[in-house]
T-cell receptor, first 114, second 111 residues
Framework: DAGVTQSPTHLIKTRGQQVTLRCSPI?????VSWYQQVLGQGPQFIFQ???????GRGNFPDRFSARQFPNYSSELNVNALLLGDSALYLC?????????????FGDGTRLSIL | GQNIDQPTEMTATEGAIVQINCTYQ??????LFWYQQHAGEAPTFLSY????GLEEKGRFSSFLSRSKGYSYLLLKELQMKDSASYLC????????????FGPGTRLSVLP
């Protein structure tokens, strides 16, 4: 079975531009979460979606938005990019909201802002 | 607030045992997870604790004390491939059941 897949793998943008990152969860998983990981630090929570509804939002500005589609895939959008947005963006999925279910991570999208 | 602390770096010798500590202060608690992350790769799940005590999975064990807000990951018979970052994460009881990650501990295993 395929794991969590993310695209693109790498992306280079300039300040002020907009970017869309994509994620397909493990088949059967209805919950998708997005994280930002700056080099040398742990992942920071951005959003969680479950059954197409936003269920959690981290401490990120409104320039960050996301959505989940009927097939449970998800997109993360970032507008007006800043140099500080350079990071690894991780998508994770699990099957639901309760229980001892860990999150399964994709390989991430490495975003570089010039 | 949410705060998770881990040592930044640790070094150990191949074949030895190492313990990586994690202390947490979170608004809620619905389980503590340990992940391994090799450089440039995604985090992979190692272990889960929700009740106090020790959970063992092969060479890896994880311990939890909820009253102390404390956990540790124990790695036995260290191998070179165990060189990685180890992330402690708490699942809170918020509406979104969010995961709060610590900064990670970079473990270097030396021959």
């Amino acid at each position: 079975d395929a794991g969590v897949t993310q695209s693109p793998t790498h992306l280079i943008k300039t300040r002020g531009q907009q970017v869309t990152l994509r994620c397909s969860p493990i088949s059967g998983h209805k919950s998708v979460s997005w994280y930002q990981q700056v080099l040398g630090q742990g992942p920071q929570f951005i959003f969680q979606y479950y059954e197409k509804e936003e269920r959690g939002r981290g401490n990120f500005p409104d320039r960050f938005s996301a959505r989940q589609f009927p097939n449970y895939s998800s997109e993360l959008n970032v507008n007006a990019l800043l140099l500080g947005d350079s990071a690894l963006y991780l998508c994770a999925s699990n099957s639901g909201q309760s229980g001892n279910q860990p999150q399964h991570f994709g390989d991430g999208t490495r975003l570089s802002i010039l | 607030g949410q705060n998770i602390d881990q040592p930044t770096e640790m070094t150990a010798t191949e074949g030895a045992i190492v313990q990586i500590n994690c202390t947490y202060q979170t608004s809620g608690f619905n389980g503590l997870f340990w992940y391994q992350q090799h450089a440039g790769e995604a985090p992979t799940f190692l272990s889960y604790n929700v009740l106090d005590g020790l959970e063992e999975k092969g060479r890896f064990s994880s311990f939890l004390s909820r009253s102390k807000g404390y956990s540790y990951l124990l790695l036995k018979e260290l191998q070179m491939k165990d060189s990685a970052s180890y992330l402690c994460a708490v699942r809170d009881r918020g509406y979104g059941q969010n995961f709060v990650f610590g900064p990670g501990t970079r473990l270097s295993v030396l021959p």
